[in-house]
């Protein structure tokens, strides 16, 4: 096992017995696919395993962190903290990103194609630290390296499926469902920039804008909850 996965051990606290069991945690099916002489296994069953325990690891803390919110906001608290953005940026932040094995062409790519990757390496290390390790250190990766960072996601309202909330609240308050027009779009049909406009009835809220229509309306959506003062 080379000097980094070592490494990588110690700063997270933890010395596998299984080293193969790390390894492969790292391994994408392209790599395996590039270096067929290599007795390696990729880490998609792992990451079926690690997707289990960190969904029980993270219900877990939050059912326990807040005793008196309802079931929908802590299925939304939960799909905030296990969706890929966060994920990712946890597996970057931890230095996963350097212990990638990919092939040729995915190892080029760092743009949403590596975070939908590191994503997934997150999980398939959660899988292989429960399988070496045990439930106990898992769930205390994940704590750690995750769930330390709801109070932020709670704070800034990163929890919130924009067009999903502006809904509720304007059925709350105005006893109306939002509807969204278009009002412009410009430029060639494999950049297209479209601006979309959120109404309340007949009264026009707030514009947003984006690369598709499902963008512009959810960025108009987070004008509205803005304009509203419904971002407290």
């Known amino acids: 096992m080379s000097d980094k996965y070592i490494q990588f051990q110690k700063a997270l606290g933890l010395s596998f017995n299984n080293h193969e069991l790390l390894e492969q945690a790292f391994t994408h099916r392209s790599y395996i696919n590039e270096n067929k002489g290599e007795e390696l296994s990729h880490n998609e069953r792992l990451e079926f395993l690690g997707d289990a325990v960190l969904e029980l690891v993270v219900t877990d803390f939050l059912f326990k962190k807040y005793p008196t919110i309802p079931e929908g906001r802590l299925t939304a608290y939960r799909s905030a903290l296990v969706r890929t953005e966060s994920i990712s940026a946890a597996a970057r932040s931890m230095g996963m990103n350097d212990l990638l094995k990919l092939s040729k062409g995915e190892a080029r790519d760092e743009g949403k194609a590596r975070d939908y990757i590191l994503a997934n390496t997150f999980e398939a290390f959660i899988g292989a630290v429960y399988l070496d390790q045990g439930y106990d250190a898992a ?69 947003g804008t984006g690369n598709s229509k499902q963008k512009a309306q959810q960025m108009a959506a987070d004008a509205a909850i803005i304009k509203e003062g419904w971002d407290d």
Not at 150 to 165: C, F, H, N, P, T
Not at 171 to 195: A, C, I, W
């Open 139 to 207: 769930n205390k990766v994940i704590t750690h390296n995750l769930t330390e960072t709801i109070e932020m996601i709670v704070k800034e309202g990163l929890w919130r499926d924009a067009k999903s909330y502006v809904q509720e609240k304007a059925q709350e308050m105005y006893s109306e469902t939002p509807r969204y027009e278009l009002v412009s779009s410009e430029g060639p049909d494999h950049d297209k920039n479209f601006v979309m406009a959120i109404f309340f009835g007949d009264k026009k809220i707030a514009e």
